[in-house]
């Protein structure tokens, strides 16, 4: 298709609507897609060390529980704000190395000055003049909480550029833009594997003898190992990725970029004119307010898969911890020790939820072709999640009704789960693993192949479906803990929430989304105007 395609009194709403640069025709070796989504393995880690870490170490700052819960906030408001404007300047980025590069080597730079602060927060904290006798520990807290934020924002300025620059390298492929997303979820898996099993060896510091420190004690030092290996894996990976896998410059004027770069331009009374962008507010607003169906169903079902997941995920060795075990992080010794029984036995079951996860994201394609398509195995899964998360109620009950004591030296000690309420606990969290693969990879995978048909640019696009996972984040968040007060307390009423959700989701997925186009790499080129998905 010509770039001065004429279109008859219906000119384009919103420069959001254009195509930044066509999509390639020729798509990339699957190397160098495999290549790229490595990079997730070292972003995963370093998240899989702030879920399983850093919990206990703002505890060890002197933090209040009330301040960290307003700290964990910033995973979901730096990607509500800052995946968007990361993809609409990597959309439109002229640097001579590429659109996407660019980003992903600044977002690599940035986690590891994050690194570098939280894990020499006390150290800093201590040079500054907290004291080493006082819980709190103001200076070290202040040094943490800008670190802590910077590397929310930098995992988020690596997640939307790599996603997209597996999008620019799959081209019109839809087959290879699934795979490329299934390969980015398989090293999520790998990265949680790693992030876990270096969390749970209390013993790595010594490989690094130097981070124990006066002010930084045994579990300091731990943390700031993990995080030496964390940063080190993922600037391995980065620089791997980046030196072999190269982009073209893009620039607006001509034609640079691998499939074809022409100027965007409207036809009107015979005379070509260049298209003016509109301003980042602008695109967003436009962005928002245009969405045709395919993209509008994308991210209501996708907003109603994260309202199943967030309560789960947020309490999710909590719940092990204190339904399953019958402990209680607030009470006796005794339940205490129960509730830590509990919440290592749900970290082994999030380990094996990212084994089971690894591998059901390298057979996507397999499972898709068995099913019958995309949507359709979207939808089944759904409704996976929601009978495992309805299951809950009844590992719970069955736990409940067997609860056991024993009595030693007068005194009544709580007792472990029986090993079938155990079992089936860890069976669960391995089972979630199917259904998370599927959410880790399809509704990215769809948004790419919506703005390739709609020829809107990867990077906004797929800052724009970030919105529908931040947003439900957020919300979770805030009201999941005053909904299971309304109940009695306990994580049963929030995860009925989420199998109501992911039952819904699971129908909107079958009866509403629309399918993709056919798996057949198109010869020409995208679209240079609104159509299908945004418009």
């Not at 929601?386 to 009595?407: E, F, P, W």
């Not at 709609?454 to 797929?462: F, P, T, W």
């Amino acid at each position: 298709m010509e770039s001065g395609v004429r279109k008859e009194n219906n000119p384009p709403s919103s420069s959001f609507s254009l195509q930044q640069q066509p999509p390639a025709t020729n798509p990339s070796p699957l190397r160098k897609i495999i290549m790229v989504a490595s990079i997730a393995a070292g972003v995963q880690f370093g998240w899989a060390l702030q879920l399983s870490l850093l919990t206990p170490y703002v505890q060890l700052l002197g933090i209040p529980h009330t301040w960290a819960a307003f700290i964990w906030l910033c995973g979901p408001i730096s990607g509500m704000l800052v995946q968007p404007t990361v993809g609409y300047y990597s959309d439109r980025c002229t640097s001579r190395f590429g659109r996407r590069r660019p980003f992903i080597a600044a977002g690599a730079g940035f986690v590891a000055i994050s690194v570098f602060l939280i894990g020499y927060a006390a150290d800093i904290g201590h040079l500054s003049g907290d004291s080493l006798t006082k819980t709190a520990k103001p200076r070290a807290i202040a040094v943490f909480v800008v670190g802590f934020w910077i590397l929310d924002v930098a995992n988020n300025m690596l997640q939307g550029p790599c996603r997209a620059f597996l999008a620019d390298l799959s081209g019109t492929d839809h087959k290879k833009t699934r795979t490329a997303n299934a390969f980015y979820s398989f090293f999520m898996a790998v990265g949680n594997v790693l992030g876990f099993a270096s969390g749970s060896y209390t013993h790595l510091y010594r490989i690094f003898p130097f981070s124990r420190t006066k002010a930084c004690d045994v579990y300091c030092a731990n943390l700031k190992s993990c995080f030496f290996i964390s940063i080190a894996l993922l600037l391995t990976l980065t620089i791997l990725a980046l030196s072999y896998v190269r982009e073209k410059p893009w620039s607006p004027e001509g034609s640079s970029g691998d499939g074809g770069n022409e100027e965007e331009k409207e036809v009107e009374g015979g005379e070509a004119k260049e298209s003016t962008p509109a301003p980042f507010f602008g695109e967003i607003v436009a962005a928002l307010k245009n969405l045709q169906r395919p993209m509008r169903i994308l991210l209501l079902v996708t907003c109603l898969n994260w309202v199943a997941w967030f309560p789960f995920l947020l309490f999710d060795t909590d719940w092990m911890g204190r339904e399953v075990y019958g402990g209680d992080s607030s009470r006796n010794a005794d339940q205490l020790k129960m509730y830590d029984r509990g919440v290592h036995a749900g970290a082994l079951g999030l380990l094996l939820n990212s084994v089971v996860l690894g591998f059901t994201s390298l057979g996507v394609e397999v499972l898709a072709r068995g099913v019958g398509g995309v949507k359709r195995l979207w939808g089944i899964v759904n409704f996976i999640l929601a009978i495992c998360l309805a299951m809950t109620i009844l590992i719970t009950k069955v736990a409940q009704s067997n609860r056991r004591y024993t009595t030693v030296n007068g005194g009544t000690h709580l007792l472990p789960p029986p090993s079938g309420v155990k079992a089936g606990a860890l069976a669960l969290f391995a089972v979630m693993g199917i259904p998370q693969a599927i959410t880790y990879s399809i509704p990215f995978a769809l948004a790419s192949i919506f703005s390739n048909t709609s020829g809107a640019g990867q990077g906004l696009s797929l800052g724009v479906l970030n919105l529908s996972i931040v947003i439900p984040q957020m919300v979770v968040s805030v009201a999941a803990g005053p909904w299971d007060a309304l109940f009695g307390g306990g994580n049963l009423p929030a995860f009925v929430v989420g199998a109501v959700a992911a039952a819904a989701s699971g129908i909107l997925a079958f009866t509403m989304l629309p399918s993709p186009p056919p798996d057949i790499p198109s010869n020409k080129r995208a679209p240079t105007s609104s159509s299908a998905a945004f418009h």
